[in-house]
């Protein structure tokens, strides 16, 4: 299993341009989640996913949306980057989401905005 | 609402020392607890949760934590650390009335020199 991969592992934007940060994981996980990693300030969930179809709202979600057609993949759109949205960005899984579940991160994405 | 605390930014140990990496948290109900290491430039690993039952949990590369509900905490300890134990570790909670989304801690950054 390659467990939750990521790409791409870097990335340079200018203020306005959108993208594309891609995930994917091979358990057949049906949580998936995106967060963000500030220094001084942990992981910030922004968006998850408790199966196909279905997502939601995590704690900062402005500026930034997902989708879920399958089990595997859980993109994340940057719609209008802002250097605000510097950050390092960590896709994570599990089972099913359950409160004693292990989540299990991907290498990470470090996007620099200018 | 939830939370969690690590009150130290950094840890320095030598290594052979016992070392201690300090969490305390706030939940109403019941707390389901977290350790996980991230090293230099990779995502997060899991080392070990605490669900119910025995307070001491075992987790891996030989790190143990205590559940003390009286003192809301969950400190990461090893009885003889090592150079390679250098990380950031995360200490995170689940609880029900945060509908089981994960909460990190801004994390403890662990030396251990040799």
């Known amino acids: 299993n390659a467990g939750v991969t990521q790409t791409p592992k870097f990335q340079v934007l200018k203020t306005g341009q959108s993208m594309t940060l891609q995930c994917a994981q091979d358990?057949?996980?049906?949580?998936m989640s995106w967060y963000r990693q500030d220094p001084g300030m942990g992981l910030r969930l922004i968006h998850y996913?408790?199966?196909?179809?279905?997502?939601d709202q995590g704690e900062v979600p402005n500026g930034y949306n997902v989708s879920r057609s399958t089990t595997e993949d859980f993109p994340l759109r940057l719609l209008s980057a802002a250097p605000s949205q510097t950050s390092v960005y960590f896709c994570?899984?599990?089972?099913?989401?359950?409160?004693?579940?292990?989540?299990?991160f991907g290498p990470g994405t470090r996007l620099t905005v200018l | 609402a939830q939370s969690v605390a690590q009150p130290e930014d950094q840890v320095n140990v030598a290594e052979g020392n016992p070392l201690t990496v300090k969490c305390t948290y706030s939940?109403?109900?019941?707390?389901?607890l977290f350790w996980y290491v991230q090293y230099p430039n990779r995502g997060l690993q899991f080392l070990l949760k605490?669900?119910?039952?025995?307070?001491l949990v075992k987790g891996s590369y030989g790190f143990e934590a205590e559940f003390n509900k009286s003192q809301t905490s969950f400190h990461l300890k090893k009885p003889s650390a090592l150079v390679s134990d250098s990380a950031l570790y995360f200490c995170?909670?689940?609880?029900?009335?945060?509908?089981?989304?994960?909460?990190f801690g801004a994390g403890t950054r662990l030396f251990v020199k040799a």
């Open positions: 358990m057949n996980h049906e949580y």
């Open positions: 994570a899984s599990s089972l099913q989401g359950g409160a004693t579940d292990t989540q299990y």
């Open positions: 605490y669900i119910t039952g025995d307070n």
């Open positions: 996913s408790v199966g196909a179809g279905i997502t």
């Open positions: 939940v109403s109900g019941n707390p389901y």
């Open positions: 995170a909670v689940r609880a029900l009335t945060g509908g089981f989304k994960t909460i």
